[in-house]
């Protein structure tokens, strides 16, 4: 009988591992794709209004894509901090801030600007101004119009790590109700709870990728009505990109992509000088080197 019950006690704690790991085999999960790529200058429609919708409504929700960020060459502005729109003189950061109005025009945050928007609730915010104690790294937060039947707006500011530039970077929102869950490639940087549940959408717009400040490139990215854990963001990282972090994405150009240095030898008799291959590492080849 001992034996019977710690099977079914072993039994038990297997299939919760299981559904703690992989939540997306229990739950019906709709996933769709743009690959891209995108030129992170021009603001691109990636994923349509319905989408925004799902990921507002629905409890859960993964956004996944990645970015490459060129050097940050935006020359930076003097801001008073302690003031509206502007960050705090303790922490150099931004606080929650309560809405005026149904556009929450008061909550300005100076120095930031959306990479990544998903309708006008949800922003991943860089700030593009280049920093010296920071070489080769964007500070970056997540803000959330969040609301509750009985109080107005409210944007609530998540802190984020910097994110890398220079070098390709996937990115992950994960949705668990109020829990956010942020991944740069395969590793979790922040999971904090937002004060109050996503507020729905009164705007038109989509999920938006890219600015006008920034330049860069983005490409590969995922909607699923599901939370991903952990193991399931690091399997994606594997699958949607190569040794180096790129992900596969098929780029033509139109520029030739190879050429020759002229012979210095006109009796022949000189080895060939080889082909130069682009630096960008996502083309696709189509020469004769490929």
């Not at 729109?85 to 950061?93: E, L, Q, Y």
Request: charged share 10%; proline share 7%.
């Amino acid at each position: 009988m001992n034996w019977v019950l710690l099977s079914i006690a072993i039994l038990t704690v297997i299939i919760i591992l299981i559904i703690y790991f992989y939540p997306t085999l229990f739950n019906k999960s709709t996933a769709i794709e743009f690959i891209g790529p995108v030129n992170l200058s021009t603001a691109t429609t990636i994923f349509n209004t319905e989408s925004v919708k799902s990921f507002e409504q629905n409890n859960y929700g993964t956004l996944q894509g990645f970015l490459s960020i060129v050097p940050l060459h935006r020359t930076p502005t003097a801001f008073t901090c302690g003031t509206t729109g502007n960050p705090s003189c303790d922490t150099g950061r931004f606080d929650n801030c309560t809405c005026v109005d149904t556009t929450c025009s008061n909550c300005t945050r100076n120095g930031y600007y959306p990479i990544i928007q998903i309708g006008d609730t949800l922003s991943l915010e860089i700030l593009p101004a280049p920093d010296a104690g920071r070489p080769g790294q964007a500070m970056a937060q997540l803000a959330i119009t969040t609301q509750t039947n009985l109080s107005p707006k409210t944007i609530e500011i998540l802190n984020l790590p910097p994110i890398p530039t220079q070098k390709w970077v996937m990115i992950s929102i994960v949705k668990e109700g109020r829990r956010f869950s942020i991944y740069y490639n395969n590793a979790l940087v922040l999971s904090q709870k937002t004060q109050y549940y996503v507020a729905s959408s009164v705007g038109k717009n989509g999920i938006i990728c890219g600015n006008p400040v920034f330049n860069g490139s983005a490409a590969n990215f995922t909607l699923t009505q599901t939370a991903m854990a952990g193991m399931e963001i690091a399997a994606a990282y594997t699958k949607y990109s190569d040794t180096r972090g790129v992900p596969y994405v098929s780029m033509k150009t139109d520029k030739k992509l190879d050429f020759t240095i002229p012979s210095l030898c006109p009796s022949g008799g000189c080895l060939q000088t080889p082909t130069i291959r682009p630096a960008q590492p996502y083309l696709e080849w189509d020469t004769s080197y490929a």
